[in-house]
């Protein structure tokens, strides 16, 4: 999506709850995950594993979705009380084969050779670091007011409506209003009542199955 297509978009391209139509923007491979094995040491393999959507390579950007903005911060602040200062020196969080040229030193638990006695200052005459010139992030004129945004004006029911009739099937229709059933069915009345009001707005055979369900849950809690 280019920056004009998403200034006229209806929908707000930034919205953790909206999907890209995939028949204007199909989805672009750019790679895979293999998982080949299961961890030999759950702690040291996945309790210690540190993901920060922060960390990204040349050609990958940031949106200004406001979900992602908040957590190229939180992240790192999360690996920094969970697992430590150094935490990206740990064998599951740094590079396979290869070594990362960085001015990150001390600070508890660092191990290795700390950097020995290389310069941590930039620019520096020792292997400085330089920015590479094709990384240079895009570049776009931003415009509009700030100003408090009431989000009950969005479109937030024509996506919900297309995965209820043409993702689900009948069974898998069931089990999502057998779980919401599960969560609610011990609320007072008219915070089911809004529940049911809520998830009716998708559609109205939604509407029924919840209303059914909630009114068989009553039902079987008071035989």
């Known amino acids: 999506m280019t920056f004009e297509q998403a200034e006229k978009s209806k929908l707000n391209p930034f919205d953790v709850t909206k999907v890209w139509p ?5 989805l672009i491979p750019v790679g895979k995950i293999v998982l080949n094995r299961n961890p030999m040491n759950y702690f040291a393999e996945v309790e210690q594993a540190a993901f920060c959507p922060a960390h990204v390579v040349p050609g990958i950007e940031f949106s200004p979705d406001k979900m992602l903005q908040g957590r190229l911060f939180s992240y790192t602040d999360t690996h920094f009380h969970r697992l430590g200062p150094n935490y990206i020196q740990l064998p599951i969080n740094c590079p396979y084969r290869a070594k990362a040229h960085n001015t990150q030193r001390d600070g508890a638990m660092a191990y290795g050779d700390n950097h020995a006695d290389a310069p941590n200052h930039f620019p520096n005459s020792f292997n400085a670091y330089v920015e590479r010139s094709d990384a240079k992030e895009s570049v776009w004129h931003q415009a509009g007011d700030v100003n408090r945004h009431d989000a009950f004006e969005d479109d937030n029911y024509s996506q919900p409506r297309q995965f209820w009739l043409k993702v689900l099937d009948e ?3 069931q089990r999502l209003v057998d779980n919401i059933v599960g969560m609610v069915k011990n609320c007072y009345p008219d915070i089911q009542e809004r529940v049911i ?5 998708v559609h109205p055979d939604f509407k029924k199955k919840l209303s059914d369900g909630l009114h068989k849950a009553k039902h079987q809690a008071h035989m």
Request: glycine share 24%; aromatic share 16%.
């Open 22 to 26: 995939h028949g204007e923007f199909p």
């Open 171 to 173: 069974g898998a229709r």
């Open 197 to 201: 009001e809520v998830y009716g707005r």
